[in-house]
């Protein structure tokens, strides 16, 4: 089993920043790529950034494109979420999802608990 456990939320101005963090332990084969999501009240969970643990590709939704960045520590088993310019509307539930695989390359998703944004003056 692999656990995720995220830090870093919290209450933030507009404008401001937070990074987040989001490390895994357990049984870890390999971890194939990194996610973070967030979901707003009454809103279904979007995907915000991506990474593969190689880094070779990265990926953003346009809203938050030029203002976060996703970057990992492959040593730590543990991805990032640099947050700046932070807008009212970010505010949500933050999540990250790994993507493992096995000796046989099987496929395995786990999550994060969440952890809170808020931003507001």
């Known amino acids: 089993q692999v656990q995720l456990v995220e830090s870093g939320g919290g209450l933030v101005q507009p404008g401001g920043s937070l990074r987040l963090s989001c490390a895994a332990s357990?049984?870890?084969?390999?971890?194939?790529?990194m996610y973070w999501y967030r979901q707003a009240p009454g809103k279904q969970r979007e995907l915000v950034a991506a990474?593969?643990?190689?880094?070779?590709?990265?990926n953003y939704a346009d809203s938050v494109k030029g203002r976060f960045t996703i970057s990992r520590d492959n040593a730590k088993n543990t991805v990032y979420l640099q947050m700046n310019s932070l807008k009212p509307e970010d505010t949500a539930v933050y999540y990250c999802?790994?993507?493992?695989?096995?000796?046989?390359?099987?496929?395995?998703?786990?999550w994060g608990q969440g952890t809170q944004v808020t931003v507001s003056s």
């Open positions: 357990g049984s870890i084969f390999s971890i194939y790529a």
């Open positions: 990474t593969t643990s190689g880094g070779s590709s990265t």
């Open positions: 999802k790994f993507i493992t695989v096995d000796s046989d390359y099987a496929p395995y998703d786990y």
